[in-house]
C-alpha cells in the first residue's frame, strides 16, 4: 500500500473516534519515489486546514525523517524505519522530542514482504497514540473487505507487528491519546469525491473526460459508478472530444461532464464557444494546478479564474463557479447543473489541486431540498401539432423553450454558426445584435440567492479578507488565531465568479475598515475581478499572494492578518 | 401512420453550394437513403464540422449539429450514446475529416459506434478558397502549394479499415443511384460506417473533375467473380488501387458488436429519456463513510 492509502486510512480511524478530519497530499509528478508526504490533522473542534506543527512523524525514510523533524511539537515523536535508516549520533539536534526506531522492514519482510512496510508503520503510529487495535481490524475490514479476506488479514497481521514494536518500547504513555469523541457520523472525501457526487445526484448520464491530473479521479470515480448509475462514462482521445462530446450530449437532451485542469481546458475552449453559442448547457470541472503549460503537474495554484471567465473567442455568457471546500463542491456542482439547464449554456466548476484530492471530513450531504430543475425543456404534448417550432426563438427572457433530440416536432440544428431563430445560419446585422442580446439577456434569470457570497468572523470587521477556492480553508483556520487574539478579523469568500452578485459583495467590502486579498496567484486574479465588477480596488500592499505552488498556512496568514492590522 | 418520402426531408434553407457541386447528389443520396429506410425526420440527426459540405444539415429536414472544424465525430458519437434510438449520420470534406480531424476519425472507427459518416472527398479545401487537402495527389498546386504538394496523400480507406472501421466504401458523387444504395447499406450496417464519396470541386479542384472519376470508376460489386468484403487484407490492398481504374463500391465489412451494445447503461431506455428527478445518492456518500 502507498503511503497516500495509509494515510487515508489513519484519517479515517480518526474519524471513527469522533474526530474531524483534514488530509493534505504533497507528492512530485512521479509514479513512484520522489519526496511524498501525507498529512493528516484530527480534532474534536472543526478544522479546516492543515497547521505548520505536527505532533507524529512517520519517516519512511531518512531524508523524510530529516526533512521533518523540525515540524515536530515539544514532546512529538519522530518513528522511523530502524533497519533501513541509520541516523547518526547528533544528526536529530533536538533534545525535546522522542524517537522510535523501529526495524519496521525487517518486520515487513517478516509478516510477508516489502510491501507491508506501510501498514507494520501505520500499526506503530496507532499504537504510539492509543488507537485500540480493533479499530484498526474494524477500519481495513471496512476498506479493503472487497479485496478479500487473505489481504485483508495478511494487513492486519503486518499492523499488529508495527503496533506490538511500538508498545514494547512505550514505557511512558505518549502526550495524545486518541479517545471516543463522538459518533463516527461524518464521511471522509476529497473535493473531486463531493462534486462527482453531486454530478451524480444532479442526474449526469454522460461523462467523456481525458486523463489529466489533478482531475482523472473524477474519471475514475465516474467510471467505477457508470453501471450502478446508469452513466456513460468514455475516456476519449484527447480533451477536444471530450468536450464536443458533451456539447453533443448536451444538446440531444442529457446531463453532462467533463474533467480536466489547465492544459486540457485550452484544448476545450473551441468547443466551449461553440456550447455557448449553440446555446447548449454542459459542465466542465477544470481542477486547477500550477502553470502555465506543464507547469507542476501534482502541485497547486489558482491561476485559471481569468482564463476561464474569458476562454474562447467573441462574446457568450458562460458560468463559472469556485468551490471551497467539499459541502461546497457537492452543492455547487449539484446547482451548476441545474443553472446551465435554467439558461442553456455552459457552465465551469474551478476546483484547485489542493481541494481536489485533499480529504476533509463533513456531514453527509443534506439531500432534502435538492431538487432537479431542467428548465425550459419542451414535453411531447406542448410539442404536439407544433409545425414551425423554432429553437432559437427571441424572448423576452431570451430562453428558447428546447426539445429532447428525437422528439416530434423539436427538429433544430445545434450550430456554431451565428443563427436566426430556426437556426439556420445568418450574417444580417439586426438579427446579430438580437441573438447575442438575447443570449445575455438568459443570465437574469439567474436568481442572486444563487450566487451571494458566503461570509465568516466578525460582522464588523476591522479587516476583512477576500479570497475563493480552496484558500478559504487555511483562511478560516486563521480566522481561529485571530479571535483568539482579540483581532476583528472577517472573510467573504466568493463562490461564483459568473455571474457575480456585485452588489452584495461590494456591501460586504464596504463595512470593514480595511480590506485585503489572499490568492494562490502571482497578479491577483480575484481582485482585478472584483475591481472591475465593484470598482473597489485592493492594492498590492494589501495582497498576500502565493506562488510557490505550495498551500497557504494559516499561521502564515494570520502573520499577515497582524500586519495589516498594524499598519492601518 | 403515413411514411415519410423524399420530401418530408426538404425544407426551404438557401443552399450556399456552387452550382453544379459533387454535394447537391449527396444531399439527395442522403434523402434517398434515409426515406427508404422508412425513417422520419425526428429520428434522424445528422451532424457535421465546418467546410462547404459541412452546411448540409442545414438543407436535411432532420435533427443536426453543425459543430466545429473536424468535430463532426465526437457530437455524433454523444448523440448515438444520449439517444441510441436516433439515426445519427456525420458528414463533412476531406480537410475536416482527414486532416484537423484525423484523430477522431481513428478512433471512431476503432470504438464502432453505429453511425454513419459521409465524406465529401475533393481533394481540395473549397471554403477556405482553394488550398491543398490531406487527400490532394503529390504535386498538386494549389495556393497554399503552388509549388507542388510535398506530401503523400492519406488513403481514408485502407486508414478506416486498419483503425477498425467494420463497413468501409467509396461512392461518386456522379452515381446518384449507386451512392444512395452504399449509404443505406452504411446506414443498416450495426457499426461504424465509412462512405468516402468522391465529390468533384468545380471551383477549385481542375484535376480531379467529374470527367476524371467518370472515366475511371468502375463498381466492386460488378466486377467479374465480385468482391471478398471479408477479406480484410484485400481491402487493405484494393485500397491502393488508383490511377486508370479507380474501384468504388464495398471495399471491406465485419459484423462485430457496436459499442453501445457493449453499454448495459443502454440495454432499455436511452440515457436521454431515464429519470434523474430522485436519484439516490446514499450508497455513494456510504462509501466514504
Known amino acids: 500500500m502507498g503511503i497516500m492509502t495509509l494515510g487515508n486510512m489513519f484519517g479515517k480511524m480518526l474519524k471513527m473516534h469522533g474526530l474531524n478530519v483534514v488530509t493534505v497530499n504533497d507528492f512530485p509528478s512521479l509514479i513512484r519515489g520522489g519526496h511524498n508526504t501525507n498529512y493528516i490533522r484530527g480534532d474534536s473542534e472543526p478544522i479546516y486546514s492543515a497547521i505548520k506543527q505536527i505532533d507524529v512523524l512517520v519517516g519512511l525514510n531518512k531524508e523524510a525523517a530529516l526533512r521533518h523533524y523540525n515540524e515536530l511539537s515539544k514532546g512529538g515523536a519522530l518513528i522511523y524505519d530502524e533497519s533501513k535508516v541509520k541516523l547518526a549520533e547528533g544528526e536529530i539536534k533536538r533534545g525535546d522530542i522522542r524517537v522510535f526506531p523501529i526495524q519496521l522492514s525487517a518486520i515487513a519482510l517478516k509478516v510477508g514482504g516489502e510491501i507491508f512496510f506501510n501498514t507494520v508503520a501505520l500499526g506503530a503510529a496507532c499504537a504510539l497514540v492509543s488507537i485500540e487495535f480493533a479499530v484498526i481490524e474494524d477500519a481495513m475490514k471496512q476498506t479493503w473487505g472487497r479485496k478479500g479476506p487473505e489481504i485483508v488479514q495478511k494487513n492486519i497481521n503486518a499492523a499488529k507487528e508495527g503496533y506490538q514494536a511500538i508498545k514494547s518500547v512505550l514505557k511512558e504513555q505518549f502526550k495524545i491519546k486518541i479517545a471516543k469523541v463522538g459518533p463516527d457520523n461524518q464521511i471522509l472525501l476529497t473535493g473531486n469525491d463531493a462534486a462527482c457526487i453531486g454530478a451524480v445526484k444532479a442526474g449526469v448520464k454522460l461523462v467523456a473526460e481525458y486523463p489529466m491530473s489533478p482531475s482523472s479521479s473524477v474519471l475514475h470515480f465516474m467510471a467505477a459508478h457508470e453501471f450502478s448509475h446508469s452513466i456513460v462514462v468514455k475516456h476519449t482521445e484527447d480533451e477536444i472530444a471530450a468536450m464536443n462530446m458533451i456539447a453533443g450530449a448536451g444538446a440531444a437532451g442529457v446531463r453532462a461532464l467533463t474533467a480536466t485542469s489547465g492544459g486540457g481546458f485550452s484544448l476545450m475552449a473551441e468547443a466551449l464557444g461553440l456550447a455557448g453559442l449553440s446555446e447548449i448547457p454542459c459542465v466542465i470541472i477544470n481542477v486547477q494546478r500550477a502553470g502555465p503549460s506543464t507547469g507542476l503537474p501534482t502541485y497547486g495554484e489558482q491561476a485559471d479564474l481569468k482564463f476561464a471567465l474569458c476562454a474562447s473567442q467573441g462574446e457568450f455568457p458562460r458560468l463559472v463557479c469556485a468551490p471551497g471546500d467539499v459541502e461546497e463542491a457537492f452543492y455547487e456542482t449539484f446547482k451548476m447543473f441545474n443553472l446551465t439547464d435554467l439558461v442553456q449554456t455552459p457552465g465551469i466548476v474551478l476546483l484547485d489541486k489542493e481541494l481536489s484530492d485533499g480529504y476533509q471530513s463533513t456531514r453527509k450531504f443534506d439531500t432534502s431540498k435538492l431538487k432537479v430543475e431542467r428548465g425550459k425543456l419542451l414535453s411531447d404534448a406542448q410539442l404536439d401539432g407544433k409545425a414551425d417550432y423554432k429553437r432559437f426563438e427571441i424572448t423576452e427572457d431570451g430562453i428558447s423553450p428546447r426539445p429532447l433530440m428525437g422528439q416530434k416536432n423539436g427538429l433544430f440544428v445545434a450550430t456554431s454558426y451565428e443563427h436566426d431563430e430556426t437556426s439556420f445560419t445568418t450574417e444580417e446585422p439586426k438579427l446579430r445584435v438580437g441573438m447575442i442580446d438575447k443570449r445575455w439577456r438568459k443570465i437574469k434569470n439567474i436568481k442572486s440567492s444563487d450566487i451571494v457570497p458566503k461570509y465568516y468572523g466578525d460582522a464588523n470587521p476591522d479587516l476583512l479578507i477576500v479570497g475563493w477556492g480552496s484558500t478559504k480553508s487555511p483562511i478560516l483556520e486563521s480566522l481561529k488565531f485571530a479571535k483568539k487574539a482579540g483581532m476583528k478579523v472577517g472573510y467573504l469568500h466568493i463562490v461564483w465568479m459568473y455571474p457575480f452578485a456585485s452588489n452584495e459583495i461590494l456591501a460586504a467590502l464596504k463595512t470593514a475598515k480595511k480590506v485585503v486579498g489572499i490568492e494562490m496567484n502571482s497578479t491577483g486574479q480575484l481582485r482585478d475581478l472584483v475591481r472591475e465588477r465593484t470598482g473597489f480596488y485592493i492594492p498590492d500592499s494589501q495582497m498576500y499572494l502565493k506562488y510557490d505552488a505550495r498551500p497557504f498556512y494559516p499561521e502564515d496568514i494570520f502573520e499577515f492578518v497582524k500586519n495589516q492590522i498594524e499598519r492601518k | ?289
Open chain 2, 1 to 289: 401512420m403515413i411514411m415519410a418520402t423524399l420530401a418530408s426531408f426538404n425544407n426551404t434553407n438557401k443552399i450556399q453550394w456552387c452550382p453544379g457541386c459533387g454535394d447537391f447528389a449527396i444531399l439527395l443520396a442522403m434523402k434517398n437513403a434515409i426515406a427508404s429506410s422508412g425513417l422520419e425526420p425526428h429520428q434522424v440527426c445528422v451532424s457535421s464540422g465546418v467546410g462547404c459540405g459541412s452546411k448540409l444539415p442545414h438543407y436535411i429536414k432532420t435533427y443536426g449539429f453543425e459543430g466545429l472544424h473536424g468535430r463532426s465525430l465526437p457530437p455524433a458519437t454523444a448523440i448515438k450514446l444520449s439517444n441510441h434510438e436516433l439515426t445519427v449520420l456525420a458528414v463533412g470534406g476531406d480537410g475536416d475529416g482527414y486532416g484537423i480531424g484525423l484523430g477522431h476519425f481513428l478512433h471512431t472507427c476503432r470504438r464502432n459506434i453505429d453511425i454513419t459518416y459521409i465524406v465529401q472527398n475533393n481533394q481540395i479545401y473549397g471554403l477556405t478558397t482553394g488550398q491543398t487537402s490531406p487527400t490532394s495527389e503529390k504535386g498538386t498546386k494549389t495556393r497554399s502549394t503552388p509549388h507542388g504538394v510535398i506530401e503523400l496523400p492519406v488513403n481514408p480507406i485502407s486508414l478506416a479499415i486498419s483503425a477498425g472501421a467494420s463497413f468501409v466504401a467509396r461512392g461518386f458523387s456522379g452515381d446518384l443511384k449507386h451512392l444512395s444504395e452504399l449509404i443505406k447499406l452504411g446506414m443498416a450496417h450495426k457499426g461504424f460506417a465509412l462512405i468516402d464519396v468522391f465529390q468533384p470541386c468545380v471551383t477549385y479542384n481542375k484535376v480531379n473533375t467529374f470527367q476524371f472519376f467518370q472515366q475511371r470508376c468502375y463498381k466492386l460489386q460488378d466486377q467479374q467473380g465480385g468482391w471478398d468484403t471479408t477479406d480484410k487484407i484485400g481491402a487493405i490492398a484494393k485500397a491502393e488501387e488508383w490511377g486508370e481504374k479507380i474501384p468504388i463500391g464495398i471495399f471491406y465489412q465485419q459484423k462485430r458488436p457496436t459499442y453501445e451494445d457493449e453499454l448495459p447503461q443502454l440495454s432499455k431506455v436511452p440515457l436521454v429519456r431515464q429519470p434523474i428527478d430522485n436519484i439516490d445518492i446514499t450508497k455513494l456518500m456510504d462509501e466514504f463513510y
